[in-house]
């Protein structure tokens, strides 16, 4: 049913794109998704959805640990952008990204017995929030509270795989609130000028904790940002999970075949505050109506029932399996067991290398002297200057061209090379 190596679940999923019609929003049929495909972004924005509740029950009767994020009205931006990524990419999710942890293999159970501390999880029950990944398995670099910070992290992992041949691609999220942090704009021109296989999720859910965007950015696209570093950017209707995939799976074709980072903005809107703690009375109830009507889950449900991709019986069969699910996972995590004292004076200090050995997929020659060596040397074709490289008022703008290192000619030994060495120390005096 889907590529040999992707990664899908056993059960199929959903959706849609939009065009604009006389100002309101048109739901055509895609031609790129199967209905099985359809079905299975429906399943998992379901699952999300129905992992969240559950998580929001338990942190009501005080089992939850630490804070618990909703992506309540997000969901189809971390399923949609997840579910085209193969099971060989990397991706680092933020705490509103559960979503792509179910996508990418992560069993609820995970999840549950994360936020509650067990020692059943991940972290054996050393952290109580979302700050886990799998490195071995699933490729999934566990969150980073500094917003931004996982930019250039993954922006190390995309140019490493490349390094080794894998033909990889990395993904990871950012808010609109971290898109104005530092290290956002260092890593993304880090991985602008590197050319590296990097698709970055900018989910525009219009609230920095409880600063609007308009507050905090004079731009009504955040995907102009990427314009400054010669980054290819897209804008989704983040609420669309169809047209979420659809730009997700363009943008890691693009990565994959060499063609550099993308930017893509999806426009959505966060229908909970900041956290459980946080009512967010500071959101215009205007707002959250207007964002309601656009709900992801039901847009996807009508979408379904309009285009006869399924019936009742089977909306029926996803929602059993999901709730068995659930109960099954959440059991499990109810009986775990905490972490026994001993264990707060483990893993404190790293106690030598992650064993995690490289795993080469091109000839290692190709990037070892003297195949890879290079002139230290450049061709530079704009001299930089004002009448070459920048247009004066009412000028057109100059053709941007990348300079080239120079190929390295092949090494061999050559006769008095001492001599020559001695003769540029001097030069240099």
């Given at each position: 049913?889907?590529?040999?190596?992707?990664?899908?679940?056993?059960?199929?999923?959903?959706?849609?794109n939009?065009?604009?019609?006389?100002?309101?929003?048109?739901?055509?049929?895609?031609p790129?998704?199967?209905?099985?495909?359809?079905?299975?972004?429906?399943?998992?924005?379901?699952?999300?959805?129905?992992?969240?509740?559950?998580?929001?029950?338990?942190?009501?009767?005080?089992?939850?640990?630490?804070?618990?994020?909703?992506?309540?009205?997000?969901?189809?931006?971390?399923?949609?952008?997840?579910?085209?990524?193969?099971?060989?990419?990397?991706?680092?999710?933020?705490?509103?990204?559960?979503?792509?942890?179910?996508?990418?293999?992560?069993?609820?159970?995970?999840?549950?017995?994360?936020?509650?501390?067990?020692?059943?999880?991940?972290?054996?029950?050393?952290?109580?929030?979302?700050?886990?990944?799998?490195?071995?398995?699933?490729h999934?670099?566990?969150?980073?509270?500094?917003?931004?910070?996982?930019?250039?992290?993954?922006?190390?992992?995309?140019?490493?795989?490349?390094?080794?041949?894998?033909?990889?691609?990395?993904?990871?999220?950012?808010?609109?609130?971290?898109?104005?942090?530092?290290?956002?704009?260092?890593?993304?021109?880090?991985?602008?000028?590197?050319?590296?296989?990097?698709?970055?999720?900018?989910?525009?859910?219009?609230?920095?904790?409880?600063?609007?965007?308009?507050?905090?950015?004079?731009?009504?696209?955040?995907?102009?940002r990427?314009?400054?570093?010669?980054?290819?950017?897209?804008?989704?209707?983040?609420?669309?999970?169809?047209?979420v995939?659809?730009?997700?799976?363009?943008?890691?074709?693009?990565?994959?075949?060499g063609?550099?980072?993308?930017?893509?903005?999806?426009?959505?809107?966060?229908?909970?505050?900041?956290?459980?703690?946080?009512p967010?009375?500071?959101?215009?109830?205007?707002?959250?109506?207007?964002?309601?009507?656009?709900?992801?889950?039901?847009?996807?449900?009508?979408?379904?029932?309009?285009?006869?991709?399924?019936?009742?019986?089977?909306?029926?069969?996803?929602?059993?399996?999901?709730?068995?699910?659930?109960?099954a996972d959440l059991?499990?995590?109810?009986?775990?067991?905490l972490?026994?004292?001993?264990?707060?004076?483990?893993?404190?200090?790293?106690?030598?290398?992650?064993?995690?050995?490289?795993?080469?997929?091109?000839?290692?020659?190709?990037?070892?002297?003297?195949g890879?060596?290079?002139?230290?040397?450049?061709?530079?074709?704009?001299?930089?200057?004002i009448?070459?490289?920048?247009?004066?008022?009412?000028?057109?703008?100059?053709?941007?061209?990348?300079?080239?290192?120079?190929?390295?000619?092949?090494?061999?030994?050559?006769?008095?090379s001492?001599?020559?060495?001695?003769?540029?120390?001097?030069?240099?005096?």
């Amino acid at each position: 049913m889907f590529p040999k190596n992707t990664l899908r679940p056993a059960w199929p999923p959903p959706m849609h794109n939009t065009a604009k019609n006389n100002g309101r929003a048109k739901v055509t049929a895609s031609p790129a998704l199967t209905r099985e495909q359809h079905l299975d972004l429906y399943f998992f924005m379901a699952l999300n959805r129905a992992v969240e509740e559950a998580m929001v029950r338990l942190f009501r009767q005080n089992k939850i640990v630490g804070g618990l994020y909703s992506s309540l009205g997000q969901e189809a931006v971390s399923v949609g952008t997840a579910y085209a990524l193969e099971k060989r990419d990397w991706m680092a999710p933020m705490i509103r990204n559960i979503g792509s942890l179910l996508v990418k293999g992560v069993p609820p159970r995970d999840i549950f017995t994360q936020h509650m501390a067990r020692y059943t999880s991940p972290t054996k029950g050393k952290d109580g929030t979302s700050h886990f990944g799998d490195l071995k398995n699933l490729h999934i670099v566990s969150p980073i509270s500094m917003l931004g910070d996982l930019i250039p992290v993954m922006t190390g992992v995309a140019m490493a795989g490349r390094y080794l041949g894998q033909k990889i691609v990395a993904m990871t999220w950012i808010g609109d609130g971290g898109s104005s942090t530092g290290a956002f704009h260092e890593g993304l021109n880090l991985a602008a000028v590197q050319r590296a296989p990097l698709v970055l999720v900018l989910e525009n859910n219009q609230w920095a904790y409880s600063t609007p965007v308009s507050r905090q950015v004079p731009l009504r696209d955040l995907a102009d940002r990427a314009r400054a570093y010669g980054v290819h950017s897209a804008i989704v209707d983040g609420n669309d999970v169809a047209a979420v995939y659809q730009t997700a799976k363009a943008a890691v074709d693009r990565c994959r075949a060499g063609q550099g980072p993308v930017l893509i903005e999806a426009k959505t809107m966060r229908m909970r505050g900041h956290a459980q703690h946080d009512p967010a009375e500071y959101v215009p109830q205007g707002m959250f109506e207007y964002w309601k009507a656009r709900d992801p889950i039901e847009r996807c449900e009508k979408f379904l029932t309009a285009n006869k991709l399924w019936d009742a019986k089977t909306k029926s069969e996803i929602h059993a399996r999901i709730d068995g699910l659930i109960k099954a996972d959440l059991e499990f995590a109810e009986n775990s067991p905490l972490p026994p004292p001993e264990l707060a004076e483990q893993g404190v200090y790293c106690e030598g290398p992650l064993c995690l050995e490289p795993r080469w997929e091109r000839p290692i020659a190709e990037v070892t002297p003297p195949g890879c060596s290079v002139q230290a040397a450049w061709k530079v074709s704009d001299p930089g200057s004002i009448e070459a490289g920048q247009a004066m008022p009412g000028a057109p703008l100059a053709k941007f061209t990348r300079m080239e290192k120079t190929p390295a000619a092949p090494r061999s030994p050559a006769k008095g090379s001492t001599k020559k060495i001695a003769a540029r120390s001097k030069g240099r005096r």
